[in-house]
């Protein structure tokens, strides 16, 4: 299982100023955390509650459908492109870097069994998207387009841009390379799918897209990509049970919940940085960015009153941000709360030889890579506690489809703790709705005409 070690936000390590009283804490919140958890499992099957991600490692006939498509066009595809952006790709880059071979799209149909290489477009810089076109081979390319809505203007712009490709070249046959994953009986894209004919898996209802890795958004892709997804699901089914669990003293979802709310809300530090050691774990912190920033950045609380809460995530790497991001850490304002994960195993051993021994760097020679990695993620966590910068460790036995997914359910799980802590809804984004209506509203879509008007004269403004 993971490990926890909140040892370094401690009073006992980083003094009173900027440490936290743990025991002290956790008996002060026990019956708060316990009463939130139960409130969380009583509530996820009620629909409107947003908590069906919950039920995500259960969901046994989604699996098996997945696996029998999966199956089925086996060796058919060289490619598979996804379309997504947010929730719907964030999360399937994530795993695909942390369980594929690295380099997987480098490596040949042999080594890499067969297996598709992946791409994703998740944004829509028109030469990024020109440049992928370019080099890929659409007749040899299935294309999954994922949006819930089916109105994501992103998304539906890159389906629109490559079904009109694709259609070109295979003509009617063109429907075969397309796969959508979207609502079971609304939007834009489900619509179209039905029109056309497309094979489409379903985002269930009240699972939000930074919570839909483990639906189909996510373990369609890592399914045609020859991942595991049973030893996926078994992890998340395996930590869940500890993750019910009430007592904050065993639940290291909640314990890290308590701590990130402790530390902003009484301590000063707003600023949550991932930072994993392990180059296959570096989209994790990117798709934790977007779990954490829309879920807890709010603007007013339950209640309706303004308040204007949420730590701001940070991503980093170990040990390349050492060399970027440290100095501030531990010298500039003492405002983040810094998270290692940290990895016991790696799948390899690579040993420095022995040459140049009698120089400066002789010092390294036969020492493994595994050990400078290890050595630098200790010398950081101890630098930065002499600094009495606060930092906490989730550590993998290595990396595998079971410890991932353990990994990404307790994030889940400690975001949702943690928005109940805040007071906040954390399953809405008006934030982000604003901005898609503003751009419905500039790209001319119809009944946002007013809106439209408006903006223009805004910008007007803001440019003169």
């Known amino acids: 299982m993971l490990e ?66 999966a199956a089925k066009v086996r060796g058919e595809f060289e490619n598979l492109l996804v379309l997504g952006i947010g929730g719907s790709a964030l999360g399937a880059q994530a795993v695909a870097e942390a369980l594929l071979k690295p380099y997987w799209n480098f490596l040949s149909d042999d080594e890499r069994d067969n297996y598709p290489r992946i791409f994703f477009i998740d944004n829509i ?10 080099v890929l081979d659409l007749k040899k390319t299935l294309v999954n387009v994922i949006t819930k809505s089916g ?46 004919g497309y ?12 919570f839909s890795v483990f639906s189909a958004v996510g373990l369609l892709p890592f399914a045609l990509l020859g991942i595991d997804i049973d030893e996926i ?37 707003n600023l949550s940085v991932m930072m994993p050691y392990s ?38 790497l170990g040990a390349t941000d050492q060399h970027s991001q440290i100095q501030l850490y531990n010298e500039g304002p003492n405002d983040k709360l810094i998270n290692f994960i940290r990895v016991k195993e ?35 966590r101890i630098a930065l506690t002499d600094y009495k ?25 400690q975001t949702a703790i943690a928005g109940e802590l805040y007071n906040v809804d954390t399953f809405n984004q008006p934030g982000v709705e604003q901005a898609k209506n503003y751009t419905y509203a500039l790209m001319g879509r119809r009944g946002y005409e007013e809106s439209a008007k408006e903006l223009k004269e805004k910008i007007i403004q803001v440019q003169s």
């Open 4 to 69: 926890f070690n909140y040892r370094n936000v401690t009073t006992m390590i980083l003094g009173q100023e900027h440490g936290l009283d743990i025991e002290e804490e956790f008996n002060k919140y026990q019956y708060k955390i316990g009463e939130i958890i139960k409130d969380l499992n009583a509530r996820k099957d009620k629909p409107g509650q947003w908590l069906r991600w919950m039920n995500l490692g259960y969901s046994e006939e989604t699996i098996w459908y997945i696996k029998e498509y």
């Open 199 to 210: 094979k489409t898996f379903v985002i269930p209802d009240d699972v939000g897209g930074r």
């Open 151 to 196: 109105s994501t203007a992103e998304t539906m712009s890159a389906y629109m841009i490559i079904k009109d490709k694709l259609e070109a070249e295979l003509g009617e046959d063109y429907r075969n390379n397309i796969v959508a994953t979207t609502d079971r009986e609304v939007g834009v894209l489900r619509q179209l799918s039905d029109q056309e």
């Open 125 to 134: 810089d028109p030469d990024t998207i020109n440049g992928l076109l370019h």
């Open 279 to 316: 180059s296959r774990l570096k989209y994790v912190s990117d798709w934790y960015v977007q779990l954490w920033a829309e879920s807890l950045g709010k603007e007013v609380d339950k209640q309706g009153h303004t308040v204007h809460v949420g730590p701001t995530p940070i991503k980093a």
């Open 389 to 413: 910068r606060p930092n906490v460790t989730i550590t993998l036995p290595r990396i595998n489809g079971y410890y991932l997914g353990q990994l990404l359910y307790m994030l889940e799980v």
């Open 346 to 380: 790696f799948d390899s051993t690579l040993t420095i030889p022995k040459t140049f021994e009698y120089t400066g760097i002789g010092y390294l020679c036969e020492k493994t890579i595994n050990d400078l990695m290890n050595a630098e993620a200790d010398a950081t």
């Open 233 to 269: 699901v078994r992890g998340i089914k395996d930590i869940d049970l500890d993750l019910k669990n009430t007592d904050i003293k065993r639940n290291i979802a909640a314990q890290n919940a308590l701590i990130h709310y402790l530390m902003d809300t009484e301590k000063g530090k």
